[in-house]
């Protein structure tokens, strides 16, 4: 049984909370391999949520927020 395909409006809010995210590591001068290591995570699932294709657990972010040394606030703002 497959997964339903969220809304229209939930993916673009995926997809805004990713830049947001790569936007923070960035302006930390991080890579996307540093924050993976970090948060024990394969680069490639890294990629999939800085790019708005994954929806991580809340847990996954916050250790994404940790690994870039940011309030988790600051990635899910709207």
């Given at each position: 049984?497959?997964?339903?395909?969220?809304?229209?409006?939930?993916?673009?809010?995926?997809?805004?909370?990713?830049?947001?995210?790569?936007?923070?590591?960035?302006?930390?001068?991080?890579?996307?391999?540093t924050?993976?290591?970090?948060?024990?995570?394969?680069?490639?699932?890294?990629?999939?949520?800085?790019?708005?294709?994954?929806?991580?657990?809340?847990?996954?972010?916050?250790?994404?927020?940790d690994?870039?040394?940011?309030?988790?606030?600051?990635?899910?703002?709207?």
């Open positions: 049984m497959s997964r339903p395909v969220p809304p229209d409006h939930v993916i673009a809010r995926r997809r805004r909370i990713g830049d947001q995210i790569r936007a923070a590591r960035l302006e930390r001068n991080l890579t996307q391999e924050v993976a290591l970090r948060v024990g995570m394969e680069r490639p699932n890294y990629v999939r949520i800085e790019q708005g294709q994954a929806s991580p657990l809340l847990d996954t972010l916050l250790l994404i927020a690994a870039i040394g940011v309030p988790l606030a600051h990635l899910v703002r709207e």
